[in-house]
T-cell receptor, first 117, second 112 residues
């Protein structure tokens, strides 16, 4: 079975500071990995995905993540935080094989990012 | 296309009542997924359709829950005899094969 652990349920940074949100996964084989963002009372928006190509993945809004197989990690970073980045972020995995790839996701518990002026 | 649409956005119901939610996926997407998200948690997979066929159901989907996608387009999720523990955000997502899922804004259910 696949699982995801997000380290830190709350992260607070100053505007302009580095954002680092941590995600570790557990899977018998390297899965597909995703980061989603959720604003209050909204659905989830895909930030970026790793699908066995380049290990450094660039996404929307200046975010990027690096897949490290040896560490079973997929941490999300952004060099300079903006006030509009304040939201909840979810790391997720899906199986590579089978018809549900990309759609049947196992999510972490989420990390709430607060950005201070 | 305006994306995945879910209705209603909010639903308050009394314990024991039945409720039904609707999801309209992106028109060319043949895959549709339902998730449940409780407060402070990540979404949890409930069920998956490919066209009109329901191909997978989570054990979270008790016999009080039923989902349909009769013509391979919109889908409904019905909860019978609601319980307070059913209070959650119900999210729908759709995709094509080999592409990421797009999520709707969800239906927030409150059982009082």
């Amino acid at each position: 079975a696949q699982s995801v652990t997000q380290l830190g349920s709350h992260v607070s940074v100053s505007e302009g500071a580095l954002v680092l949100l941590r995600c570790n996964y557990s899977s018998s084989v390297p899965p597909y990995l995703f980061w989603y963002v959720q604003y209050p009372n909204q659905g989830l928006q895909l930030l970026l995905k790793y699908t066995s190509a380049a290990t450094l993945v660039k996404g929307i809004n200046g975010f990027e993540a690096e897949f490290k197989k040896s560490e079973t990690s997929f941490h999300l970073t952004k060099p300079s935080a903006h006030m509009s980045d304040a939201a909840e972020y979810f790391c997720a995995v899906s199986p590579i094989s089978g018809g549900t790839s990309y759609g049947k996701l196992t999510f972490g518990q989420g990390t709430i990012l607060t950005v201070h002026p | 296309d305006t994306g995945v649409s879910q209705n209603p956005r909010h639903k308050i119901t009394k314990r024991g009542q039945n409720v039904t939610f609707r999801c309209d996926p992106i028109s060319e997407h043949n895959r549709l997924y339902w998730y449940r998200q409780t407060l402070g948690q990540g979404p949890e997979f409930l069920t998956y359709f490919q066209n009109e066929a329901q191909l997978e159901k989570s054990r979270l989907l008790s016999d009080r829950f039923s989902a349909e996608r009769p013509k391979g387009s919109f889908s409904t999720l019905e909860i019978q005899r609601t319980e307070q523990g059913d209070s959650a955000m119900y999210l729908c997502a759709s995709s094509t094969a080999g592409a990421e899922a797009f999520f709707g804004q969800g239906t927030r259910l409150t059982v009082v």
